[in-house]
């Protein structure tokens, strides 16, 4: 890959202090198990009405309870919530284009971050579901902003229930502490709301030489009619402390100077095989133009479906199985909420321990001038190792 934060053997990083008491958990790697999940997971629909915009948002809620089963692969519908460890942080999450969060696509992240501590609330972007899709060209150009603003409406809701006293999520949501998170079309939601901003100038240009990879090339003038005069489009929430986006897509209109706009800690996951949102056109550049504490993490053998339940159905006899992909997808993810949402060093060190060494896996790191760190004490989690041109091996040796 071409790029010019290089390639870390993270095995010889010094830390300012030693992780210890650790157990194992199946892994070769013994760190890997340092962070378990520590509740039962409940679930619950509500459908929040945006009624400025007319927008009517079926919502997907997973939570610490203390009903259900330990370890459990679904959630508890209906669980009590569990008090005992509120307020947790919240997880906003965005499905991809024609997708929906109702239906389990995602089901394994949402319940593995759960069952750490965080709230996670996931709606269904109204118009571009699975079910309800609305493929016109004025629904189209219009989708690219509704996503970012339904997800501030979501936020909205989940914090007013969460001062309701007559509501499950009452007490339940830590308000200083809220990440965002996508796939797909909801990685490129993500960015938006972290603070990425489209240029309409970057997308003109962008279209000029690739009008055959974006659709919205030839909706720039609907575009443009959202926003008379506005060439900048700015929709992020400042209530976001940290983000995670995985194979998202728009780097076309974002570029550098737009991504340079993410002020909080980002991870950015790209697939090796992924033929949709390239990763040497999309999550590679967008990662090089970040100017926060940044992660990029690169599995070389996902395609672009690999981050759902269902992943690699597109083409069985080229890829890993699910349970492959999905372990290092989980590992890094609820390592970086639990560094960054909730400043839990002994979860986020497994960015140093334990990620890097994942079959297939590359991860890459900085921290940036976001006024936060890679880790809690002014370190880096990965920076700071010895670098090398070549790549990581397997088992985290250099090849």
Request: proline share 6%; aromatic share 10%; with cysteine.
């Amino acid at each position: 890959m071409a790029m010019t934060n290089k390639r870390l053997v993270v095995s010889v990083v010094i830390w300012l202090f030693l992780i210890s008491g650790c157990k194992g958990n199946g892994n070769p790697n013994p760190t890997c198990g340092n962070c378990p999940s520590a509740y039962h997971v409940g679930y619950q629909e509500l459908t929040f009405t945006d009624s400025t915009r007319g927008r009517s948002l079926r919502t997907a809620i997973w939570y610490p309870t203390v009903d259900g089963e330990e370890n459990a692969s679904r959630a508890f519908e209906g669980g009590t919530p569990n008090t005992a460890g509120q307020p947790y942080p919240l997880i906003l999450y965005s499905h991809g284009d024609h997708a929906r969060s109702t239906d389990g696509q995602t089901d394994y992240q949402k319940i593995a971050w759960a069952s750490r501590g965080f709230v996670v609330a996931a709606p269904d972007h109204q118009k571009n579901t699975s079910y309800d899709f609305d493929d016109s060209d004025a629904n189209r150009a219009a989708i690219q902003f509704d996503r970012p603003l339904d997800i501030r409406f979501v936020t909205d809701q989940m914090l007013l229930l969460n001062a309701d006293p007559s509501s499950f999520l009452h007490g339940m949501v830590d308000p200083e502490s809220i990440g965002m998170s996508g796939g797909s079309f909801g990685g490129h939601t993500t960015l938006m709301i972290s603070g990425a901003t489209p240029n309409l100038d970057h997308l003109a240009d962008y279209c000029q030489t690739n009008v055959d990879h974006w659709d919205i090339c030839a909706l720039q003038d609907q575009i443009q009619q959202l926003y008379p005069g506005q060439r900048i489009i700015d929709l992020s929430d400042p209530r976001m402390k940290a983000a995670l986006a995985q194979a998202p897509d728009g780097y076309g209109w974002f570029r550098e100077d737009g991504m340079a706009k993410i002020k909080i800690p980002i991870m950015i996951m790209g697939g090796g095989k992924d033929t949709v949102c390239p990763l040497d056109r999309q999550q590679e550049p967008m990662y090089e133009g970040i100017v926060s504490t940044k992660y990029l993490l690169v599995l070389r053998d996902a395609d672009h479906f690999a981050y759902g339940n269902g992943c690699c159905w597109w083409d069985w006899d080229t890829l890993p199985i699910c349970s492959s992909l999905h372990t290092p997808i989980v590992l890094a993810s609820t390592a970086f909420w639990m560094l960054h949402l909730k400043k839990n060093q002994v979860c986020g060190d497994m960015l140093r321990t334990c990620v890097p060494f994942q079959p297939g896996v590359e991860l890459f790191s900085a921290v940036g001038d976001d006024g936060g760190t890679a880790g809690i004490d002014g370190t880096a989690v990965i920076d700071g190792a010895v670098a090398t041109d070549g790549p990581l091996g397997s088992d985290g040796a250099v090849e």
